[in-house]
C-alpha cells in the first residue's frame, strides 16, 4: 500500500495477556516511530528505529512494552501482562530519514478489559 | 506528561471565520514546530510545519505565528470550513521527527 499500515486496527485483551501490534512502514522509510494516544490526548512518544536500530527507547513507559524492527522494515510492538492503563491508540509512523516529515497510520486502538 | 501546552481544547467558528489555536512550550531545544491535523479513526497528517528562525509560515489558508522569546506558537486557519472540522495538535521536537511532544489537542467545529 502506498501508507503505513497498522494491524490490527482493534483489539480487545484480558488483563495480564500478551499483545503484539504490527506496523507495515512505507517501503524504503527508514525511520519509524512509535506513539501512544490515549482518549482524548495528544500522541505520545514511545521508541524510534533508524533501520533496524532502536536509538530511542525513553518513552516506554515500563519494561512490558517492547519494540523490534529485526530486518529494518515492518516493526512489532509487544506488551506484555496488559494493564488496563495500557489502553490506548497505538500509532505508528514512518518518514524517508529521520529530518523529513512522518506519515502516520490509522493507528491500533486496544482496549483491555 | 505534556511538555507542549495547548488551547483552546475546543473551538466552535462559523463558516468563513477565523480559527486560532495556540500553543506554549518550555524547552528552549526544540526547533521544529509543526502543527498535525486528525479526523475521527485517522491517524494525525502533517499540516503546517516553521523553524524558530522566521515568525511566520503561510500556506494556503493556513498560517504558523511563532514567537520565539515568548516560547508561543499559534495557527490561524482562515476562511474556515466546514471540512476543517478536525482535531488540531501542535508539536515539538529538536531536530525533525526526534522525540516529538505534542499538544493535548484542541477540537474544532466550523459550522455551516
Known amino acids: 500500500g502506498a501508507g503505513v499500515s497498522q494491524s490490527p486496527r482493534y483489539k480487545v485483551a484480558k488483563r495480564g495477556q500478551d499483545v503484539a501490534l504490527r506496523c507495515d512502514p512505507i517501503?524504503?522509510?527508514?525511520?519509524l516511530f512509535w506513539y501512544q494516544q490515549a482518549l482524548g490526548q495528544g500522541p505520545e512518544f514511545l521508541t524510534y528505529?533508524?533501520?533496524?536500530?532502536?536509538?530511542?527507547k525513553s518513552g516506554l513507559p515500563s519494561d512490558r512494552f517492547f519494540a523490534e524492527r529485526p530486518e529494518g522494515s515492518v516493526s512489532t510492538l509487544k506488551i506484555q501482562r496488559t494493564q488496563q492503563e495500557d489502553s490506548a491508540v497505538y500509532l505508528c509512523?514512518?518518514?524517508?530519514?529521520?529530518?523529513?516529515?512522518?506519515?502516520f497510520g490509522q493507528g491500533t486502538r486496544l482496549t483491555v478489559v | 506528561q505534556q511538555q507542549v501546552k495547548q488551547s483552546p481544547q475546543s473551538l466552535i467558528v462559523q463558516k468563513g471565520g477565523i480559527s486560532i489555536i495556540n500553543c506554549a512550550y518550555e524547552?528552549?531545544?526544540?526547533?521544529?514546530f509543526p502543527w498535525y491535523q486528525q479526523f475521527p479513526g485517522k491517524g494525525p497528517a502533517l499540516l503546517i510545519a516553521?523553524?524558530?528562525?522566521?515568525s511566520e509560515k503561510k500556506e494556503g489558508r493556513f498560517t504558523i505565528s511563532f514567537n520565539k522569546s515568548a516560547k508561543q506558537f499559534s495557527l490561524h486557519i482562515m476562511d474556515s470550513q466546514p471540512g476543517d472540522s478536525a482535531t488540531y495538535f501542535c508539536?515539538?521536537?529538536?531536530?525533525?521527527?526526534?522525540?516529538?511532544?505534542f499538544g493535548a489537542g484542541t477540537r474544532l467545529t466550523v459550522k455551516p
Open positions: 509512523a514512518s518518514s524517508l530519514d529521520r529530518d523529513t516529515e512522518a506519515f
Open positions: 517501503s524504503g522509510h527508514v525511520s
Open positions: 528505529f533508524q533501520n533496524e536500530a532502536q536509538l530511542d
Open positions: 524547552n528552549t531545544a526544540f526547533d521544529y
Open positions: 516553521i523553524r524558530p528562525d522566521v
Open positions: 508539536a515539538a521536537s529538536r531536530g525533525n521527527n526526534n522525540d516529538m511532544r
